[in-house]
């Protein structure tokens, strides 16, 4: 019986990239860089925000949920000569589907939401 | 002189079977006889072994951690504890490859997720492998008492050092696993968290504070 909820955001990178992506919080002043070197194409994982406390079980996050826990999310890739950026915004909800909810041993269900990225994602 | 006949010997009946040991038996090798033994004993110490240790391990986790209940270690340090010290005690008294295949199956057909599963196995590796002479201390301690071993383990896990935040043998994986969440076995995600795992083999993983 879950006992209470947390969530987590993260990218599906589907080919070799060299992926940065900057996060900023609410409650933080600065953006937090994540660098993620993918050298295969079997759809690696990569966490880009976690959420810092859990709520009541069942508690599914909605749009409003995050926009009170994130200012803004960017990435983006050097090719080359030029630093192309990813071109859907990372804050909205509706670019990220969902993962099978878990329950972990001691109750805390698991809602994760995860973005498919690729090189033709970046302008 | 008094010769005695075979006939004697078999209850007046001629053997005839073709075992030499007479119809009916089997004439084994005294290795055989002795590994079989052997193993039937080793059989007999594994029943007691396994659960008392299981038993035994529960409670010294309960105690250290301040527990109510064994099911509140969830993915905490207390539950690194619970896996590595339990691996470490079947280890000390059956035997490596036991004491990996008791913890693998338990995770095997566990149904946990990636993230959960992988914690586990390598955990159970550092009670039985890589902090195993950590965990065991000196070589005069009888390996009865296990509650040295446990103090032991308990050290290893909680160990901290100023200034430095987390366990000093300790790595958070909260962030890094949080989106490993396949319950499949050999998927994409069981299979990073197995690569990302192998590299700190030497120190513990936790994913909850």
Redesign the interface.
Known sequence: MPTRSKWNLAIKIDEPLDVYVGVKATDSSDFTIYNYVIDNSNGSKRPIYLSPIASFPNDTPTQSTIDANLDSIYAFIVSSQDTLYLDKSMTDLSNYYLQPVVTLDLGTQIFSFITDIDYNSFK | MNVVGISHLTHNQVVTGSSPAGPGKVLISPWLMRTSLRAGAYLVKAAIVLPLGRYYCNWETKQKFGLNSI?????KPA?AFQHSFTSFVYRLHLGWASSQFAMWQHEYFGG??CN?RHMDLHNNKVGNMTRYWRYRGSLLTSKYFLPVFANNAFLFITHTTIGTPGYTFGVDK??????????QRGS??C??CKKDRKGISQFFIYI?Q
């Open positions: 099911s509140e270690v969830g993915s539950n946990n997720p959960q909260e962030f890094d696993w949080s989106a490993y969440i396949s319950t994409q995600d299979k990073t909850e």
